[in-house]
């Protein structure tokens, strides 16, 4: 994407983000009949994946939650443009924390923070919502993309109007380290896929063996900070609940290990309650161990 796609795709972003949500949820329709009937988008892939992960359940359910599935996507895509206009008052309109009180004593506590979310619910609302939870300084690590016209467009719909730092994930531990002197909160999306070798953590998951990586844990640990599993499911459109699991408030006394697998059991249990709401066009399980670089 150059300069001129980026034009263009930023001004759809402005052009959707001033439409009313049932206007938004008309074009998601048209977009998910687009997505699944016509272009059929990862159809094979997320097929795969779901057959994988739920082998007990037969072709009728798999195809009900495939379809649950591009219908939430295709809200996504709506969803993230209209945040450049939500106010923090209209997030907290559509997203209902179960128990915030948990951040409230980490934060008394003078705890920093790691939000571990996967793709489920809308985690990027989730990161816009997240100056307004506590009084702590918030950023959000990604993994940087190889077109820099879309590294910022990401950035814009991410941070316009919103508190909210973005580091890149090669360069999480110095920053956070330079923030030493700051009670920060840390969002991480820590279920993508990793390089596939022996030092990434490898454990089962939704039936497969699954390499994960070990950012979370190795920075939670030497930084000490509380590391939170976050439960975002969708309640309807433009609808989220939001639960709080604390992993660990102490994680220097952790075994190694013990954090990454907290949080992926966290991870499969979320899934395995709400399947529909997690991101299965991805190609979560594209390398396999014996197969892995040493």
Known sequence: MGKVGYAIVKLWADFMSVHPFWLLYLKSDFYFFLTYHVFRYRRKVVRENL??????????SIKAIEKRFYLNLCDLVVEGPKSLRMAPKGFRCRIHYTNPEMITRLHEQHKNVFYAIPHSGNWEW?????PDLSGHNCLAVYKKVKSPA???LMMYLRTKDCALEMVE???ALKRLAQLRDSQNAVLMVADQTPRGVESDYWTEFLHQDTCWFTGLERIAKMLDYAVVFVA?????????????????????????????ERYV??????IEANPDN?????????????KAEA
């Open 51 to 60: 057959l994988r992960s739920f082998p007990d359940k037969d072709l009728k």
């Open 126 to 130: 989730f990161g816009k919502s997240m």
């Open 150 to 152: 879309f590294e910022r």
């Open 169 to 171: 994930s090669n360069f």
């Open 232 to 260: 975002m499911k969708r309640q309807g459109r433009g609808r989220y609940e939001v639960t709080f699991e604390l992993i660990t408030d102490n994680p220097k006394e952790t075994e190694k290990g013990f954090i990454m």
């Open 265 to 270: 059991r966290c991870v499969e249990r979320f």
């Open 278 to 290: 997690w991101l299965w066009s991805h190609r979560r399980w594209k390398h396999q161990r014996n």
